[in-house]
């Protein structure tokens, strides 16, 4: 079946395909140049012979041959500047699908335009924009946790190695906080999975609220919440995080069949030491979080 196709595409470009495998001339301008220029003289040669044949003088002769050759020359002139402006769509449309490859930039190609070209740049121009939209659809489902709308862990890995490459680069706080919803497997052995899945959405929900602008939030797994906080020192990120905790408490979940559900949240709170990667801080909010819980159970 793949040669079939090859065989089908490669039909109608004879004098194309000829042309391509010479290698001379190698731009499709060029070659598009080549065939005019040729087909302008071919009247220029034939007069030419012709008056070597006849029967008139030299002098007519050389008349006639001038006269050919002052206008194929100008024919030629204004054939090959009326192609190289023909030629443009072609320019445009290659230039915008080139841009699209290297910079992910949409082409803008005019599409009023009803002849082939025209329709080339038009429909061009739809299909890239069309594409770009699939795209970037995926490329938000495929970083988005499909319950809570929040970054999955794929993109908060991401965020992570981001935040901590800026912080270093401007020699600024970051902070990672790691948290967890308290007692959710008996939520969701009282009242059922459902119920846990809308304490989850009701949480991320209450989490990115509270949030302040370029903070980041990403559901870790299960109940856990990754939480970045940057151009923020490790003490202010304990208090926001003391905050969010009380915004979560003073927000209960309401479910038909178990009336105001208090959710309750614990975090693990660390800030980016130096020479310090994301792992080795991931780590620390892990402990810090594990020695909260400790905390909390030894009390209770």
């Known amino acids: 079946m793949g040669d079939e196709f090859a065989m089908d595409d490669a039909r109608g470009l004879g004098?194309?395909?000829?042309?391509?495998?010479?290698?001379?001339?190698?731009?499709?301008?060029?070659?598009?140049?080549?065939?005019?220029?040729?087909?302008?003289?071919?009247?220029?040669?034939?007069?030419t012979l012709?008056?070597?044949?006849?029967?008139?003088?030299?002098?007519?002769?050389?008349?006639?041959?001038?006269?050919?050759?002052?206008?194929?020359?100008?024919?030629?002139?204004?054939?090959?500047?009326?192609?190289?402006?023909?030629l443009e769509p072609l320019r445009k449309t290659s230039r915008g699908l080139r841009g699209y490859l290297d910079e992910r930039r949409v082409p803008r190609l005019p599409a009023h335009h009803t002849d082939e070209a025209g329709r080339l740049m038009a429909e061009t121009a739809l299909v890239i924009g069309r594409l770009?939209?699939?795209?970037?659809?995926?490329?938000?489902?495929?970083?988005?946790?499909?319950?809570?709308?929040?970054?999955?862990?794929?993109?908060?890995?991401?965020?992570?190695?981001?935040?901590?490459?800026?912080?270093?680069?401007d020699r600024s706080p970051f902070s990672l906080a790691l948290l967890d919803l308290k007692d959710f497997k008996k939520t969701n052995d009282a009242y059922g999975h459902a119920t846990g899945d809308e304490a989850l959405v009701h949480l991320a929900d209450v989490i990115s609220r509270n949030l302040r602008r370029g903070d980041w939030v990403a559901r870790w797994g299960g109940d856990e919440f990754l939480v970045g906080l940057p151009g923020t020192a490790v003490e202010e990120a304990a208090q926001i995080v003391d905050r969010l905790c009380r915004k979560v408490r003073e927000r209960p979940l309401t479910v038909p069949q178990a009336g105001r559900i208090t959710l309750e949240i614990r975090a693990g709170v660390a800030g980016l030491r130096d020479r310090e990667g994301p792992g080795d801080l991931l780590r620390r909010a892990d402990a810090a979080l594990i020695a909260r819980k400790a905390r909390r159970t030894s009390s209770a």
């Open 15 to 47: 004098l194309y395909g000829l042309l391509s495998r010479l290698g001379r001339p190698k731009s499709y301008e060029g070659k598009i140049m080549l065939v005019a220029f040729t087909g302008t003289h071919i009247p220029l040669l034939a007069i």
């Open 50 to 86: 012709h008056a070597a044949r006849s029967a008139l003088s030299r002098a007519e002769r050389v008349r006639i041959t001038a006269v050919a050759l002052a206008a194929t020359l100008a024919g030629t002139a204004g054939t090959l500047y009326a192609l190289h402006d023909l």
């Open 132 to 169: 770009d939209r699939a795209l970037r659809s995926l490329e938000q489902l495929s970083r988005r946790d499909h319950l809570t709308g929040l970054h999955n862990r794929r993109s908060g890995e991401m965020l992570l190695e981001e935040s901590v490459w800026r912080a270093r680069r």
